[in-house]
């Protein structure tokens, strides 16, 4: 793996690059594969091939943010919306308010109980997991 903000060789493991300080697919400067150098908003490498993985590019999402909407507003799917997963928002959102009354609250309880486990999936995820995941190949359930 290569450091896309200076270019150089770096273990697949490393949290850090030893050449520069940053975490290696901080940048955007050169291919993660093969150490190309990349134009800033470039998606795919021009010499490889390869999809260009960012950490916390332009429009990312907080898995802070999102991890505590999961906990504390889960039964209402707004962390699906904060992601940008209408349909399994309005899923849960339809499944707290139509269920809840003839349940007297079990599904919202249901609902509350999958958000909390889905924001503290989210929180207990490296910046780069979750990035990739949830926000880069929308990972719409756990």
Not at 29 to 43: H, M, S, V, W
Not at 50 to 68: N, P
Not at 130 to 136: G, P
Request: positive net charge; glycine residues 14%.
């Amino acid at each position: 793996m290569f450091c896309r903000n200076c270019g150089k060789d770096v273990p697949e493991n490393a949290e850090v690059c030893v050449n520069c300080g940053m975490k290696p697919l901080m940048g955007k400067k050169f291919c993660q594969n093969c150490g190309a150098e990349t134009k800033e908003n470039q998606e795919v490498c021009t010499k490889c091939g390869v999809k260009l993985k960012s950490s916390m590019g332009k429009g990312a999402k907080s898995k802070l943010v999102a991890g505590l909407l999961g906990i504390f507003l889960g039964w209402l799917g707004i962390h699906k919306f904060y992601l940008g997963y209408t349909v399994p928002g309005i899923i849960v959102l339809l499944i707290s308010i139509i269920g809840g009354l003839p349940t007297i609250g079990g599904s919202i309880l249901v609902m509350w109980i999958f958000g909390l486990i889905e924001g503290i999936i989210y929180l207990t995820k490296s910046d780069e997991d979750f990035d990739e995941l949830y926000v880069q190949n929308k990972k719409q359930w756990f």
